[in-house]
């Protein structure tokens, strides 16, 4: 067994694939030679970044490291509710950084640590031609909002994206 292939069995990592177009079945466009690898615990993506994060995270001001620990949480929170995350990617540079199966649509996932440009899913939200229908969820330090096919939620609502409109319970 290869050392991901244990790491992912342990339980520490998860691999995310690069699907070739944000459409449904996603597994059926998953570039099994393209993938990230995600600690399955957003503790270990912490003590990665050494105990100035810690210290970072209890005072609220991440600096740096603020976009990369907000994906790991977002990830982190996509996994345990359950849901079979992937993420899109283009040598021209377009990049989502997830995508995931949602009531029904494929669903583009931007995890922001501050307001920011979603470039990369608008450019493939206007084209549904080259793209598929998609919706998008920007996740971050926002109010819930909906406008269209966006949907804006604040960090702390992500796992609820693992529930669905049957077993959906406030």
Known sequence: MDAIEYLRQAHIVNKVFNVET????????AKQSQFKLFPEDIGIVTCMYGPEMA???????LGQGKGAIYEASVFD????????VYYFAKE???????????????????AKA???NT???????????HYGKTKLIRIGGYNVKE???ILTIPHYM??????TEENFCI
């Open 147 to 149: 406008k269209g096919d």
């Open 92 to 110: 021209s540079g377009l990049e989502i950084d997830y995508v995931i199966s949602y009531n029904g649509y494929a669903t583009l996932i931007e």
């Open 22 to 29: 944000p459409s449904l079945s996603l597994s059926g466009y």
């Open 55 to 61: 210290i970072a995270i209890n005072k609220g001001d």
């Open 114 to 116: 501050k307001s920011g």
């Open 119 to 129: 470039k990369s899913s608008k450019t493939v939200m206007a084209h549904p031609e």
């Open 77 to 84: 929170a996509l996994n345990k509710a359950g849901k079979s």
């Open 158 to 163: 992500t796992y609820l994206l693992g529930k």
